[in-house]
C-alpha cells in the first residue's frame, strides 16, 4: 500500500511518504494488489517514472541515498544501512523475494483454474496445512483477497524499501536530499512483532535478531510452498537455479572443509559420544537442502558444547546453531597489550568445570560427578555477529557497560578447525559493518552504523535469473563503475587474496545479476571520487583509499570515511567515551595459502 | 499442593529418607570395584565396590560384606597389621573398620565433598584422606581406633594451598612426604611432620588420577588422564621420565618394591608393566574387559588383583625376568577370578507408580515393588522396551518418590520437596490393601509406616500400622537433600536401643507427623467444568445449567461414575447444586426422579468417552492432556 503512494509521489517529483489518513489506507488497500505488481513489473523493467527529469547530476553529499529518522527510529535506521551493506544480503534478499513473488503467481495460475471449476479455494488450503504459517502460506497465492503471512510481508517490505533506496540512487537529481522514510517497513515490522510498537527507542540488536529470524522463516516458507506444490516446482526457475543461488567462492571452500574436519572428529573420537543435534541442524534431510536458505547459510554458526564427565571421562556432545554471538565485556588494564582476536577467542571459546552443587548427571556413572565443559564453535558462519553484552540487567533496571572492548578490522577465526591448528589457520574475519550506540542508556542513546563500501562481486557471479539478453547490462555497468576500481587492482598480500575479487576479474564481461538494476546499491560517482581525491591530497594511496572506503551512517547523513578515520573513531578514548561499538559483523574470509 | 509443613529442623537442610532395594546378602559386587587391599597374614582380599560395599574374600571365597557407607567408596587402606580398614567414600564420610570382625566403629565426617583418596604411611601408621572439597586431613590411626562413643573427639592436621578437586594421593612408609594429583593438572607436595607445604610439580597437561611414592621419598611416579606417565626426581624437583605406553588416560599404578618397575592400568583395559631404566622394555600383563580403576598385588608380588568399572575382579600373573628376556609369552587367562554381579543400568517407573522394571548390565530384565522394597520378577534377557510397552497401563498416579541407579541397585528416596512423597492416593482395592474400593490409602505413608514399623519411637497403639512389611535387611538412609548422610540404619535393627534414641534425633518431623495423623486433608485436587452435549435435551436440565458452566473441584482420584452420579443428582435431578463430594461419599439413590440411572450417564472428554471406573486424574493425563482446568461433556444414552 506504501509503494503506490511512493509512486504518486515519485511522479511529482519530490519524494516524501506521508500517511494521511486510516480511511485513505484502507481504499488503497483494496486498490493495492493489482497496482504493485504493475509498479514492481516497471521497477523490474529498469523503468522509472522520473528518469526524464535527471538531466545533470550534481554532487550530493551522500554517496547513497540515506534514511531519516521519523522519531527514535535511530535502531531502525542502523540496522538497515548495516544488512543493506551486509555482504550479499542484498543480492540474497531480492532473489528470496523475486522467488517468492514468481511461486504466487504460479500458485494463483493454478488457483484461477481450479476456481473456473467452481472449487474457489478448497484444492489449495485443503488438507496439508499444518501450522499456522504454511496456512497463511497456502492462502498467499496471494494476488488476490487473502492476506499473506506477517512475516512475508516483512520480507517483501524490506526489499520494497532496498529498491526505494535503489530508485533514489538512480533518480538523483539537484538540491535533491535523496532521504527516505521507512515508514512503511517499519508499519510492517510493528504489525508482525508488537515489541516494536511505540516511539520508543528500542534494542537495534532485538531488531537484527527479529529481521532476520524473518527473512530466514520467510525463506523456509518458500521452501515449504514449493513442496506443497510439486506440480509447480518443475515449471518454476526456483528447484533448479535455488543450488545455484551464488555463494561465495570462499565460502563454498570452506564448508567443504569443515566437513571434512567433522568426520575426522567423529572417527577419532573414542568416547561414547552423543550428539544431541538440537532442531533444525543436520536434521534437516535433502528436501531442505534443495532451497538454499540463505540467513542460515551466512549468518548461522553451530556451537558445539562438550562435556567430560572426569569419573568415567566419556564425552557428550551437543551442537546448537545461533545467529549471533554474545561477547561479555570483561576488559581489565592488562589487555591493552593483547591481541584483540584473543580477547574475543577467550571471550566466546569457554571452559568451565561443573562441581560442588553444580555436579553433572553422567549418563554413564548414573550418577552426579565432577565434569568439565567447553564451548567452541564447530562452525563459524560467513558473517558473524558478535554482540558486545552493553546492557546489562540490574536491580537498578539495565544499565549500559561502557568499558572499552577493541574492534579490530581483522580477527583471527576461533572456530575449533582454526583454534587446533594454531598459526595456520584456515580462515579469517574481516570487519564490514558496526553498530554503535552512542549515550549513556538504551532508552536515551542513539544509534549509528560504520559500513564497509561492499565490492558486491556475488552480482557477477550470479547465475540465476540473467535478464533474457544481455541489454540490462549497460544499467548494471553504470551502476558497476565504482567498483570496477577494485576489481582490476591486483591483490598486495598473497595470504589474504579475497579469491571472488579474483574470480570477478576474470569474468568482469559476464553479465551482471539484473537485481543490481532493481534494489543495489548505487553509489553517488562524484561523491566517492571527491571522497578519494581528498585522502590522495593528504598524501594516502587512491587504491588504498578505495579499498579503505567507509561509510558513516547516521540517518540522514552518510559521509564517506577512510578506515584510518574509523579506527580512530572505534580506538580507545582516555577517559572513556559512551559512544561504544555494540554490534559488530565481520566477514568470514578463507585463507588461499594452504593448498 | 500439599499443605504439610515444612521439615521443621530449624536452619538445618531439609532431611529426605531413602532405602535401598538389595538381597539379604548381597555376596557379589554390583558394579565397579574403585579399590583393592591384600591381607597376606589371612590370605584375604578386601574389595571397595561402588555399590558402597566393601566385601571380604577369605582363600579368594567371599567370606562378608562390610555395609555401612551409603554411596560409592573409592578408596581403602588396610592398617594395623591388618586389624583395620579405612574407607573413603562418595557419601563424604570416612569410616575406620574393624577389620576382623567387619563392623563400621568410627565415622569421619570432616570433608564437605566426595572423599576420592586416601594414602597410608605405615611406618607412623599414619592415614590422610582427600577428596572433591579441594582439602587433605592427616589422620592418626590408633586414635582414630581408640575412638568411642563418650570419647568422640579427634584432631586432624589439614594439609591446605590446593586449589583443584584432588582425584589421587600418596605417601610414603615413613611418612616423610605426601603427594596430591588433582585438576589443577600439577602435582602437589608436603611434608606429612610438619605439615609444611613443599612444592609444586607441572607437567601433565590433564587431571592426575594415580600417584606412587618411593620409599625412601626421592621418587614419585604420576598417572594422569592425558595419557602419559611421568617419573619425578623430587630432589631435583623435575620430569625425569616420561611413559606413554598407554592410549588413554591412566587411572592406576604400582611400582615394584625397588622402583624398579611400573605397573600402570587405565582407560584403554591394558596393564602394562615398564622397566624404568629402560621404558622401552615393556610388556602389556592383561587386557581387561573394561577400564581399569585398581591393582593390588597378591601377598608374594608374583600376581596382581586387577579391579575395572565392571564388578568381576581378576588375578594375573606378572612377567618375569623371563618374559622380558621374550622367551615366554604371557598368559592369556587370568590365574584367579571372583565372580561379580550385574548392576542395574535402566529403570522405568511403570504408571502404577509402584512398579519399576528394570535391565541390568548383564541385560536381564526385571520388575521390582517399590511398596515391597524386593524384586518381585525376573523376566530374563528379554525386550526392554517391549516389555514397558506391554505393561502399560492407561492409569495417572503423581510421582511420590525419585530413585537412583548409582550404587547399581535401586535406591528410593522419599522427601518434601519438588516431588511430594505423600502426593498419591490410590483405592485401597488397587494398592491391593483391603478389597475395599472406595477406602483410599497413601503410597508415601504406607512404604514409611512399612520402613518404621520396628522402631520404638512410633506409637505402638496406633491402630494396625502397615498392610505392608519390607525386608528387615532393607537399608534406611537419613540424609540430607542432594547431601550428605546424617544416618543409615537396617529396618529390622531400628528396635535396638541405641537406634531408637539416633533414630529419635534423626527422623524428621515431617515423618513422624504423617505416621501419627492420617493426612486426609491433603488430598490432591483437580479443577473441572461439566457441560452438557449439544444432544442433551434443554428439557432435562434445570434452569441454572443453560448458564455459564461452575467450576468444579474434586479429589483427584475420583472416578468418573462419581462424576455421573453428580450430574444424576444436581443437574438433572431435583437437587441443590454444588460440588462432588471431596469425600467421595457414595450416592445412594441412583436414579433420579425421570427414571434415569447413572449407567445412562456417558462422560466424554476432547471428543473420547470414559470409562466410569476411570479417575479424573488419568482422564486430566491421558485425554485431557492439558494443563488447563479439565473440561468433561456429558449425555444420555438410552434414554427414554
Known amino acids: ?595 | 499442593m500439599s499443605t504439610l509443613k515444612p521439615g521443621g529442623q530449624g536452619g538445618r537442610k531439609k532431611v529426605q529418607v531413602s532405602m535401598v532395594i538389595c538381597e539379604a546378602e548381597e555376596k557379589r559386587h554390583r558394579s565397579g570395584v574403585n579399590a583393592l587391599q591384600v591381607d597376606p597374614m589371612l590370605d584375604r582380599l578386601y574389595s571397595a565396590g561402588r555399590d558402597s560395599i566393601v566385601r571380604v574374600y577369605e582363600h579368594e571365597r567371599y567370606h562378608q560384606s562390610m555395609e555401612h557407607h551409603t554411596d560409592w567408596v573409592n578408596d581403602i587402606v588396610l592398617c594395623c597389621g591388618g586389624r583395620n580398614l579405612i574407607s573413603a567414600s562418595s557419601d563424604t564420610t570416612v569410616k575406620v573398620w574393624n577389620a576382623h570382625k567387619g563392623f563400621c566403629m568410627s565415622t569421619l565426617r570432616t570433608h564437605k565433598d566426595y572423599v576420592k583418596a586416601l594414602a597410608y604411611a605405615k611406618d607412623r601408621e599414619q592415614v590422610a584422606s582427600a577428596g572433591l572439597d579441594k582439602s587433605i586431613y592427616l589422620w592418626d590411626v590408633n586414635t582414630l581406633t581408640a575412638l568411642t562413643a563418650s570419647n568422640n573427639t579427634v584432631t586432624t592436621s589439614s594439609l591446605g594451598g590446593n586449589k583443584e578437586s584432588i582425584y589421587s594421593l600418596a605417601m610414603n612408609p615413613p611418612g616423610s612426604v605426601i603427594v596430591s594429583g588433582s585438576t589443577e593438572k600439577a602435582l602437589r607436595l608436603w611434608d606429612p611432620r610438619s605439615c609444611a607445604k613443599l612444592f609444586k610439580l607441572k607437567g601433565h597437561t590433564d587431571n592426575v588420577k594415580a600417584l606412587v611414592v618411593s620409599r625412601d621419598g626421592c621418587h614419585c611416579i604420576s598417572g594422569s588422564s592425558d595419557c602419559s606417565i611421568k617419573v619425578w626426581n623430587l630432589g631435583a624437583q623435575r620430569c625425569i621420565q616420561t611413559i606413554n605406553v598407554h592410549t588413554d588416560s591412566v587411572w592406576a599404578l604400582l611400582a615394584t618394591d625397588n622402583f624398579a618397575y611400573v605397573i600402570s592400568g587405565g582407560r584403554d583395559k591394558k596393564v602394562i608393566m615398564t622397566e624404568l631404566k629402560n621404558p622401552e622394555n615393556s610388556i602389556t600383563v592383561c587386557v581387561e574387559e573394561a577400564p581399569i580403576l585398581k591393582m593390588c598385588f597378591t601377598a608374594d608380588h608374583s600376581a596382581i588383583w586387577v579391579s575395572t568399572s565392571e564388578s568381576n575382579i581378576r588375578c594375573w600373573k606378572l612377567p618375569t625376568e623371563k618374559h622380558f628376556k621374550g622367551e615366554a609369552s604371557m598368559p592369556t587367562n587370568p590365574i584367579s577370578l571372583i565372580q561379580g554381579g550385574a548392576a542395574i543400568k535402566l529403570a522405568v517407573v511403570l504408571n502404577d507408580k509402584r512398579h519399576i522394571l528394570t535391565k541390568d548390565t548383564d541385560n536381564n530384565v526385571a520388575v521390582y515393588d517399590v511398596l515391597r522394597a524386593r524384586k518381585m520378577e525376573d523376566l530374563g534377557p528379554i525386550n526392554f522396551q517391549e516389555e514397558l510397552k506391554n505393561r502399560f497401563k492407561m492409569v495417572y498416579v503423581p510421582n511420590w518418590f525419585n530413585f537412583d541407579l548409582k550404587t547399581g541397585m535401586l535406591t528410593i528416596h522419599l522427601g518434601q520437596d519438588e516431588v511430594d512423597c505423600f502426593s498419591a492416593w490410590v483405592s485401597a482395592r488397587d494398592a491391593g490393601v483391603k478389597d475395599e474400593p472406595d477406602q483410599k490409602v497413601n503410597y508415601g505413608k504406607l512404604l514409611l509406616q512399612a520402613l518404621l514399623e520396628h522402631w520404638r519411637g512410633v506409637d505402638p497403639n496406633i491402630e494396625p500400622k502397615s498392610y505392608f512389611s519390607v525386608p528387615v535387611h532393607t537399608p534406611l538412609i537419613f540424609s540430607e537433600v542432594g547431601g550428605r548422610t546424617l544416618y543409615r540404619v537396617l529396618v529390622g535393627d531400628t528396635k535396638g536401643e541405641t537406634e531408637t534414641a539416633l533414630l529419635n534425633e534423626t527422623v524428621p518431623s515431617w515423618v513422624t507427623s504423617s505416621l501419627e495423623d492420617n493426612c486426609t486433608s491433603k488430598f490432591i485436587k483437580v479443577q473441572f467444568y461439566l457441560q452438557p452435549h449439544s444432544s442433551v435435551p434443554s428439557n432435562l436440565l434445570k434452569q441454572d445449567r443453560h448458564k455459564k458452566p461452575d467450576r468444579l473441584v474434586a479429589n483427584d482420584f475420583i472416578q468418573c461414575r462419581k462424576v455421573a452420579e453428580h450430574i444424576l443428582d444436581k443437574f438433572l435431578g431435583e437437587g441443590g447444586s454444588g460440588s462432588p463430594g471431596g469425600d467421595a461419599e457414595p450416592t445412594p439413590n441412583a436414579t433420579s426422579n425421570n427414571g434415569t440411572t447413572v449407567d445412562q450417564i456417558e462422560l466424554t472428554c476432547n471428543d473420547q468417552v470414559l470409562d466410569p471406573a476411570m479417575d479424573l486424574r488419568t482422564v486430566k493425563h491421558f485425554i485431557w492432556k492439558s494443563s488447563a482446568d479439565l473440561t468433561l461433556y456429558y449425555k444420555l444414552i438410552n434414554a427414554k
Not at chain 1, 115 to 144: A, E
Request: proline letters at 4%; charged letters at 25%.
Open chain 1, 1 to 595: 500500500m506504501t509503494i503506490l503512494e511512493d509512486d504518486v509521489n515519485l511522479e511529482s517529483g519530490y519524494y516524501k511518504r506521508k500517511y494521511e489518513d486510516a480511511e485513505e489506507e484502507e481504499e488503497e488497500e483494496h486498490r493495492y494488489p493489482a497496482k504493485k505488481l504493475f509498479l514492481r513489473g516497471n521497477m523490474l523493467n529498469g523503468y522509472r517514472a522520473n528518469e526524464h527529469r535527471c538531466i545533470g547530476e550534481t554532487i550530493n553529499d551522500c554517496p547513497v541515498a540515506t534514511l531519516s529518522n521519523t522519531g527514535n527510529t535511530c535502531y531502525l535506521n542502523s540496522v538497515l544501512y548495516t544488512l543493506r551493506f551486509a555482504p550479499t544480503f542484498l543480492h540474497n534478499l531480492h532473489h528470496l523475494v523475486d522467488d517468492l513473488l514468481k511461486l504466487n503467481s504460479r500458485v494463483s495460475q493454478t488457483k484461477a483454474k481450479s476456481s473456473s471449476l467452481g472449487r474457489n479455494v478448497g484444492p489449495i488450503s485443503g488438507p496439508s496445512s499444518r501450522s499456522t504459517s504454511s496456512k497463511d502460506l497456502l492462502s498467499l497465492g496471494g494476488l488476490n483477497d487473502i492476506p499473506k503471512s506477517k512475516v512475508q510481508i516483512v520480507t517483501e517490505k524490506l526489499h520494497e524499501l532496498f529498491m526505494i533506496l535503489h530508485n533514489l540512487e538512480e533518480a538523483r537529481k539537484k538540491d535533491s536530499n535523496d532521504t527516505c522514510q521507512p515508514v512503511a517497513f517499519l508499519q510492517a515490522v510493528r504489525e508482525a512483532n508488537y515489541i516494536f510498537e511505540g516511539n520508543q527507542q528500542q534494542d537495534a540488536h532485538e531488531l537484527l535478531v527479529y529481521l532476520l529470524d524473518n527473512i530466514r522463516e520467510t525463506c523456509d516458507l518458500l521452501t515449504q510452498q514449493a513442496q506443497h506444490f510439486p506440480e509447480l516446482i518443475v515449471d518454476t526457475e526456483v528447484s533448479s537455479n535455488s543450488k545455484l543461488w551464488n555463494v561465495r567462492k570462499s565460502w563454498k571452500k570452506t564448508k567443504k572443509k569443515d566437513k571434512i574436519v567433522i568426520s575426522e572428529e567423529e572417527c577419532i573420537d573414542h568416547c561414547v559420544t552423543d550428539t544431541e543435534d538440537s532442531n533444525s541442524y543436520d536434521v534437516l534431510g535433502p528436501e531442505r537442502k534443495k532451497f538454499y536458505n540463505f540467513v542460515a547459510e551466512d549468518f548461522e554458526g553451530i556451537t558445539l558444547r562438550r562435556t567430560t564427565c572426569l569419573e568415567c571421562e566419556c564425552v557428550t556432545e551437543r551442537k546448537e546453531p545461533f545467529y549471533d554471538i554474545p561477547v561479555p565485556i570483561n576488559f581489565t588494564e592488562d589487555d591493552y597489550d593483547v591481541d584483540p582476536s584473543v580477547i574475543y577467542r577467550d571471550a566466546c571459546v569457554t571452559s568451565e568445570k561443573l562441581c560442588d552443587t553444580n555436579k553433572y548427571i553422567c549418563d554413564n556413572c548414573l550418577r552426579h560427578n565432577e565434569a568439565s565443559r567447553e564451548v567452541t564453535f564447530e562452525k563459524l558462519p560467513n558473517i558473524m555477529v558478535l554482540q558486545l553484552k552493553r546492557f546489562t540487567t540490574t536491580a537498578a533496571g539495565v544499565q549500559k557497560v561502557n568499558t572499552y572492548m577493541p574492534t579490530p578490522l581483522r580477527m583471527a577465526c576461533f572456530c575449533e578447525s582454526c583454534c587446533k591448528k594454531g598459526e595456520n589457520s584456515l580462515h579469517h574475519y574481516e570487519l564490514c559493518c558496526v553498530i554503535m550506540h552512542l549515550g549513556a542508556a538504551m532508552a536515551s542513546g542513539h544509534y549509528i552504523a560504520y559500513v564497509k563500501a561492499s565490492d558486491q562481486s556475488e552480482y557477477s557471479d550470479c547465475s540465476r535469473d540473467l535478464p533474457k539478453t544481455t541489454l540490462s547490462a549497460s544499467t548494471s555497468e553504470k551502476s558497476l563503475n565504482f567498483f570496477k576500481y577494485f576489481k582490476s587492482k591486483p591483490s598486495s598480500s598473497n595470504n589474504s587474496v579475497i579469491e571472488h575479487k579474483n574470480g570477478v576479474a576474470s569474468k568482469s564481461l559476464l553479465p551482471v545479476c539484473k537485481s543490481m538494476s532493481c534494489c543495489g546499491v548505487k553509489m553517488n560517482k562524484n561523491v566517492v571520487e571527491n571522497a578519494i581525491n581528498y585522502s590522495r591530497r593528504n598524501g594516502q594511496d587512491p587504491w588504498r583509499a578505495r579499498e579503505d572506503m567507509w561509510l558513516e551512517c547516521d540517518d540522514e547523513s552518510v559521509r564517506p570515511i577512510t578506515s584510518q578515520e574509523l579506527q580512530d573513531f572505534l580506538a580507545y578514548k582516555p577517559g572513556g567515551t559512551t559512544s561504544t561499538p555494540y554490534l559488530l559483523f565481520y566477514s568470514k574470509i578463507t585463507e588461499s595459502s594452504d593448498d
